[in-house]
């Protein structure tokens, strides 16, 4: 026979809060840039150019989606994701030697890596899991 577990808290931990925070704001930079690129192509797509809108508009709905589930205690890889694919994205663009280099690059960078170091720590993830079987349980 399995020990009854201790309850699990239904506040979140503040990794779990300041990771869903920083997820929020991370959905602001592939929305500007969704933006740009679709004022930059006049509304007139050609091709594949339709990635340039797509790809960011997933990141940003897969970002709020991510903060809202983690903040629900229902999956912390949601947010962590699309947090590292953004993160990603813009390492690539900062090392490429775009618009994403200098000053201005460094802040966006750090903001989804941030996101993603925040929402796999082991106490958010332990909070999941507890959630989760606590749900599961009722």
């Known amino acids: 026979m399995h020990p009854v577990p201790a309850p699990v808290s239904p506040t979140p931990p503040a990794p779990a809060i300041a990771a869903a925070v920083l997820g929020l704001l991370s959905a602001f930079v592939p929305a500007v840039f969704a933006l740009a690129a679709f004022a930059f192509s006049g509304g007139a797509l050609q091709g594949t150019d339709w990635l340039l809108l797509v790809v960011p508009l997933v990141l940003v709905v897969a970002l709020l989606v991510g903060a809202v589930l983690l903040l629900t205690g229902r999956s912390w890889l ?43 720590m082991p106490r958010v993830r332990r909070w999941v899991a507890g959630r989760r079987a606590a749900r599961s349980r009722a």
């Open 78 to 120: 949601a947010l962590a994701l699309p947090a590292g694919v953004s993160a990603a994205f813009l390492l690539y663009g900062y090392a490429s030697g775009g618009w994403g280099s200098g000053g201005f690059g460094v802040l966006p960078l750090v903001i989804p890596a941030a996101t993603t170091a925040l929402a796999v």
